[in-house]
């Protein structure tokens, strides 16, 4: 499967700041998911978008599912220090069975 | 609570030793994933098992073998032909068929370092 292009790959950032990130694809997908990890643990699934142009949120945070299908965005409001962690972009494709993966945002946050 | 539980969650092994790193879970998915993380590089796909006794070579399956003999279980051994073996393993499953959102849900992984 192809990795997914994913900007930035590291933000340091201030508590309080709003933090934005991006994640691109070669070819259409009909799944977009965003993950976070924490240190020396598995991924969480924050956010699942399965349509186009869908705008979902989980408290702070809010994702997109580009109109284009080969892309999506992940903003994070008002910047917590446990927002710390690495944030991973997946997506899948109409024929595909397993996901590919982004190589991750790690997020740094200073009190 | 249901959940996936990997073991051991840090693993040392000598050059040319062949290790097995375990994977349960108790969500009754039927499909199950291992997955291979190394700084700074994402998620890389081993092998994937849709089915019991089945299974399929992901991205990077050289030097690593599976086996999938029940619905809860689906350890990998990291063969000696594998070259580069330190890294953090994560193991993952998700439901199957017409049912497949594609979220997976995973381990908390395992560090296996090669002295």
């Known amino acids: 499967g192809q990795q997914l292009n994913q900007n930035p790959q590291s933000m340091f950032i201030q508590e309080g700041e709003d933090v934005s990130m991006n994640c691109t694809s070669s070819?259409?997908?009909?799944?977009w998911l965003w993950y976070k990890q924490d240190p020396g643990e598995g991924p969480v699934l924050l956010i699942a978008?399965?349509?186009?142009?869908e705008l979902t949120s989980n408290g702070r945070l809010t994702a997109q599912f580009g109109i284009t299908r080969k892309d999506s965005f992940l903003n994070i409001s008002a910047s917590i220090p446990s927002d710390v962690g690495i944030y991973f972009c997946?997506?899948?494709?109409?024929?595909?069975?397993?996901?590919?993966f982004g190589k991750g945002t790690s997020l740094l946050v200073t009190p | 609570d249901g959940g996936i539980t990997q073991s051991p969650k840090y693993l040392f092994r000598k050059e040319g030793q062949n290790v097995t790193l375990s994977c349960e879970q108790n969500l009754n998915h039927d499909a199950m994933y291992w997955y291979r993380q190394d700084p700074g590089q994402g998620l890389r796909l081993i092998y994937y098992s849709q089915i019991v006794n089945d299974f399929q070579k992901g991205d990077i399956a050289e030097g690593y073998s599976v086996s999938r003999e029940k619905k809860e279980s689906f350890p990998l051994t990291v063969t000696s032909a594998q070259k580069n073996p330190t890294a953090f393993y994560l193991c993952a499953s998700s439901i199957s068929g017409v049912m497949n959102t594609g979220e997976l849900f995973f381990g908390e992984g395992s560090r296996l370092t090669v002295l």
């Open positions: 978008l399965y349509k186009a142009g």
């Open positions: 997946a997506g899948r494709e109409n024929s595909g069975y397993a996901l590919n």
């Open positions: 070819s259409i997908f009909n799944t």
